[in-house]
C-alpha cells in the first residue's frame, strides 16, 4: 500500500526558534498533501492543503505566515512552524493524496513540544 | 460548514462481542467517507474507504455502510479483540480538493 513518512517524530524547542516537519510519500506520486493538527483528546483539524507547484490554501484562522507550507516535489511537502510558542505545541499530521479523490494516506505524525 | 459528530465517544466491551460505532454528518454533498483507527500517539490507519456512490466496504471482520441522504454511517466490529482497542475516526470527503471532516472519534476499549 502507499506509504507516507514524517521527520521528525518527535521534537522540542524553545519558544522563538523555527521548526521544519518533513512529509514524503514513498511509493506514489501526491499531488497534493494535506495538513492537519491535533490537540490532545481531540479530533484532526485541516490547516491547509498543498498542491505541488503551487501555493498553499489556507483554512479559515490559519496563519500562512506563521505556518510555512512547501510543495516544492510529488513526493516532499514541508510544514515550518515559525516563532514558535508553547499554543503551537501540538501533534501535526500530513496526508498524501494521488488523486482528488482518491483516498489520503496519513503520516506518522510529529509531537512538537514548544518550551 | 460540514458537521461530523461520532457515537459513542467511548465504548467498552468483553471480547468476542460484536459492536457498532455511529458516525453522523451534516452536509449529505460527499464524495467518500473514511473510517480510520489511531493508536495513542501514533498516526491514523485508513480502515476503508466508501465511495459516496457506494452503500458498503467490508475488510475481514470490518464493515461500514454509508447512508448519505440520511448523513449516516455505521462502522460493524464482528467478534471484538484486545487488539482492537484504540480510537476510531471517521472523515468525511469533499469539496474539489476532497478534503477530509473528521469526526469527534469513539474511543474503544475491548476487555478480556
Known amino acids: 500500500g502507499a506509504v507516507v513518512s514524517q521527520h521528525p517524530s518527535r521534537v522540542i524547542c524553545k519558544s522563538g526558534t523555527s521548526v521544519k516537519i518533513e512529509c514524503r510519500s514513498l511509493d506514489f506520486q501526491a499531488t497534493t498533501m494535506f495538513w492537519y493538527r491535533q490537540f490532545p483528546k481531540q479530533s484532526l483539524m485541516l490547516m491547509a492543503t498543498s498542491n505541488e507547484g503551487s501555493k498553499a490554501t489556507y483554512e479559515q484562522g490559519v496563519e500562512k505566515d506563521k505556518f510555512l507550507i512547501n510543495h516544492a516535489s510529488l513526493t516532499l511537502s514541508t510544514l515550518t512552524v515559525t516563532s514558535a510558542h508553547p499554543e503551537d505545541s501540538s501533534f501535526y499530521i500530513c496526508s498524501a493524496s494521488g488523486d482528488r479523490q482518491a483516498e489520503q494516506y496519513f503520516g506518522p505524525g510529529t509531537r512538537l513540544t514548544v518550551t | 460548514k460540514q458537521e461530523v459528530t461520532q457515537i459513542p465517544a467511548a465504548l467498552s466491551v468483553p471480547e468476542g462481542e460484536n459492536l457498532v460505532l455511529n458516525c453522523s454528518f451534516t452536509d449529505s454533498a460527499i464524495y467518500n467517507l473514511q473510517w480510520f483507527r489511531q493508536d495513542p500517539g501514533k498516526g491514523l490507519t485508513s480502515l476503508l474507504l466508501?465511495?459516496?456512490?457506494?452503500r458498503e466496504q467490508t475488510s475481514g471482520r470490518l464493515n461500514a455502510s454509508l447512508d448519505k441522504s440520511s448523513g449516516r454511517s455505521t462502522l460493524y466490529i464482528a467478534a471484538s479483540q484486545p487488539g482492537d482497542s484504540a480510537t476510531y475516526l471517521c472523515a468525511v470527503g469533499a469539496g474539489t480538493a476532497s478534503k477530509l471532516t473528521f469526526g469527534t472519534g469513539t474511543r474503544l476499549q475491548v476487555t478480556l
Open positions: 466508501i465511495q459516496s456512490s457506494q
